[in-house]
């Protein structure tokens, strides 16, 4: 079974630059989150999608981050404009529905982006 | 709200000795989940060990075992025989029944000396 997959897996930009990644979850799966690291933290949830509406942004600084989960598969994360404390490690995870500790639902992470903002 | 707390930032221990990290967390709810999580430097996050809250037998998957203290809010992750491969981050996280948000600590860093 493939995992969640991401990209780009590094990028480097300057601030006030725009940047956007990229998630293709786990085929079947209908609950798609994005996930914040910052260096020396556990990772911090960002929004939640399942299928194609959101179902948690609260977390989400809507000035500059944004997200869409268009036809309920792939999903794309952007910033615009990026700051310096945007550097961390951006993961992606999916599950079959929503539920993280349900044993049966697949809760599956990517391997992230590292972006940093210089 | 929920938080979790990890104590130790770096622990070491011997190739094919014991380990034990540590995590405490603070919740008000009576039923969830706790997690430890596996980060090597490919940076995916690996599902080592769940222990559902209204269990009390302490889970164990091989290698790997907790120690689940409910009324004092601890959950200590034990790594018996340690491999080189164990090497990683480890992350202690929480996550309320049916919710969707896990909740992580800050990790400890395990280093395995040959």
């Known amino acids: 079974e493939a995992g969640v997959a991401q990209s780009p897996r590094y990028k480097i930009i300057e601030k006030r630059q725009s940047v956007a990644f990229w998630c293709n979850p786990i085929s079947g799966h209908a609950t798609l989150y994005w996930y914040q690291q910052i260096l020396g933290q556990g990772p911090k949830l960002l929004i939640q999608f399942q299928n194609n509406g959101v179902v948690d942004d609260s977390q989400l600084p809507k000035d500059r981050f944004s997200a869409e989960r268009l036809k309920g598969v792939d999903s794309t994360l952007k910033i615009q404009p990026a700051k310096l404390e945007d550097s961390a490690v951006y993961l992606c995870?999916?599950?079959?529905?929503?539920?993280?500790?349900?044993?049966?639902?697949?809760?599956?992470f990517g391997s992230g982006t590292r972006l940093t903002v210089v | 709200a929920q938080t979790v707390t990890q104590s130790q930032p770096e622990m070491s221990v011997q190739e094919a000795e014991t380990v034990t990290l540590s995590c405490t967390y603070d919740t008000s709810e009576s039923d969830y989940y706790l997690f430890w999580y596996k980060q090597p430097p490919s940076r995916q996050m690996i599902l080592v060990i769940r222990q559902e809250a209204y269990k009390q037998q302490n889970a164990t998957e091989n290698r790997f075992s907790v120690n689940f203290q409910k009324a004092a809010k601890s959950f200590s992750l034990k790594i018996s025989d340690s491999q080189l491969g164990d090497a990683a981050m480890y992350f202690c996280?929480?996550?309320?029944?049916?919710?969707?948000?896990?909740?992580f600590g800050t990790g400890t860093r395990l280093t395995v000396i040959p």
């Open positions: 996280a929480y996550c309320g029944t049916g919710a969707n948000n896990l909740f």
């Open positions: 995870a999916s599950s079959l529905r929503g539920g993280a500790g349900i044993p049966n639902y697949g809760y599956t």
